[in-house]
């Protein structure tokens, strides 16, 4: 719920607990969100993660500080007090800090029950009331038990009975994709990645043959991506493949622009025309299907409340009126890890379901700077060299996005005797089950290293190859 939701409408008798989220905003600015008034009347279980847990402070009388430098990352939490949110976990926790602003001290009648290192307050609880907050962020994979934490809330304070999974959405999602969509027909823009995958199949389920799926070459896509696209689904049941080679025209209006949003706005722009085009082609069409997750809506638009918007995303939004077509995103509430578990249950191949994850706008917001014929080539046979040697070494499986990124600066080297002036590529690999946050990969030297080898002497126009070791926050996972 956005923090606009009325107070009335909390206070219905549905609601066991309310978890106060954490927020780009700080606590002292006069325009931050804040939750309804008589929120903390209510005598309902409580729990702050860090904004969340510092509007707590600040209702009970503690000023909130601003620190001299932002924490970022991992931290070690020590548990110095019993409390609900602790059942079951060890006395030590790894847990993600996203910070700038925090509480020196607990308010009166509260105690704390963590603490790191750090100055902060890490949590603390209410001696007499079911109200907690915490500095870090359980919500995020790299907070080690961050999912037994909100369990317990869940579970042993709220006394809420959990019964959400892949199969109770597919139970939910099916009957309700067949309600909405009818005896119309829907066209699905598939670019061969888990969540246009995810999204297609689980629409076939629904309504069979009236799907039609739609795969765009943009000019931008990974090496030999078309052929593997084709031969997956073609195999696939229920699903009619058109393929679209819109190389050109991509190229044409992508030629001279730097600036990432514009191309991603760009590459939305003519993906929505494509569809128009195919659309026109196609009787009784209704609907178009989009993959988008809900990283993407929360890091696009402000849809659940002021989140910052990190990016544009093409999936995101509606779609202008002259396309005539409803939009379905049956994903839109997932995250990638649970899309996953759904792909596995519609029995997608798992060279899709585990498939790293490619941005709507391609090899356009890997190459830094303008998008020419000779700038992709090279990235495409660097990108290839990288995920090659991952699944040499059984590394693919176990980073969750690795690529590589064509960046528009050249550096001196030496090839043979001679001296060159050349390119730079950089690697990115993550380790990440939601992509909300995100750290980076620790691959053995010696792959990297290989790796390294390989595109300086096998792809022409490369003579640096860099290692990216930057966090999510305070980086993204793609670098535009």
């Known amino acids: 719920m956005p923090h606009r939701t009325e107070l009335r409408e909390i206070a219905s008798g549905q609601t066991r607990g309310v978890i106060l989220s954490g927020s780009p905003s700080s606590t ?18 409580l729990l702050g993660i860090c904004y969340g847990m510092q509007l707590i402070g600040q209702h009970y009388g503690v000023e909130v500080l601003t620190r001299d430098q932002r924490e970022f990352g991992r931290a070690r939490l020590r548990l110095t007090s019993e409390s609900p949110l602790w059942k079951t976990l060890e006395t030590e926790q790894v847990v993600w800090m996203s910070h700038g602003d925090y509480l020196p001290e607990s308010p009166k009648d509260f105690v704390q029950i963590a ?40 579970y042993e304070v709220c006394h ?12 939910r999602a099916i009957p309700e994709l067949r309600d909405k969509i009818g005896n119309k027909r829907v066209l699905c823009g598939l670019s061969g990645g888990v969540d246009s995958a995810v999204t297609a199949m689980l629409i076939a389920r629904a309504v069979g043959n009236r799907l039609i799926c739609v795969f765009v070459d943009n000019g931008v896509l990974r090496k030999d991506e078309v052929s593997q696209v084709v031969n997956t689904f073609a195999a696939q049941r229920h699903v009619n493949l058109l393929v679209v080679d819109a190389r050109e025209r991509f190229l044409r209006r992508l030629a001279g622009v730097i600036d990432p949003e514009q191309k991603r706005k760009i590459i939305g722009e003519e993906f929505v025309a494509v569809f128009q085009e195919e659309a026109a082609k196609i009787e009784a069409l209704d609907f178009l299907a989009q993959g988008t997750l809900y990283p993407d809506v929360i890091e696009s638009t402000s849809v659940r409340g002021p989140s910052a918007t990190i990016k544009s995303h093409h999936n995101v939004g509606g779609l202008p009126e002259a396309l005539h077509l409803k939009l379905v995103e049956p994903l839109r509430e997932l995250f990638k890890d649970e899309v996953r578990a759904v792909g596995r249950l519609l029995e997608l191949p798992p060279e899709i379901v585990e498939r790293h994850p490619f941005p709507g706008p391609g090899l356009a917001v890997r190459i830094l700077g303008e998008v020419t014929l000779e700038r992709l080539a090279i990235l495409r046979e660097a990108d290839a060299i990288f995920l090659e040697e991952l699944r040499r070494s059984s590394w693919y499986e176990r980073v969750a996005q690795a ?16 001296r060159t002036y050349e390119s730079v590529v950089a690697l990115r690999a993550v380790d990440t089950s939601d992509f909300m946050t995100a750290d980076f990969s620790r691959i053995p030297w010696d ?9 300086a002497n096998e792809v022409r126009g490369v003579n640096r190859v860099v290692f990216d070791v930057t966090t999510k926050p305070p980086a993204t996972v793609e670098w535009e």
């Open 115 to 154: 603490h790191t290192d750090g100055k902060a307050v890490s949590a603390f609880m209410h001696e007499t009331r079911p109200i907690f907050g915490v500095q870090f962020h359980p919500e995020v994979s790299h907070t080690l038990q961050g999912g037994q934490i909100l369990a317990n809330f869940v």
């Open 160 to 171: 809420c009975a959990g019964g959400w999974g892949a199969a109770a959405f597919l139970e």
């Open 447 to 455: 792959i990297l290293a290989r790796v390294a080898s390989r595109i």
């Open 28 to 45: 002292q600015s006069r325009k931050s969100p804040r939750p309804p008034d008589g929120l903390f009347d209510l005598g309902l279980p």
């Open 403 to 418: 690529f590589a990124i064509l960046l528009p600066v050249q550096t001196v080297g030496v090839m043979g005797d001679e």
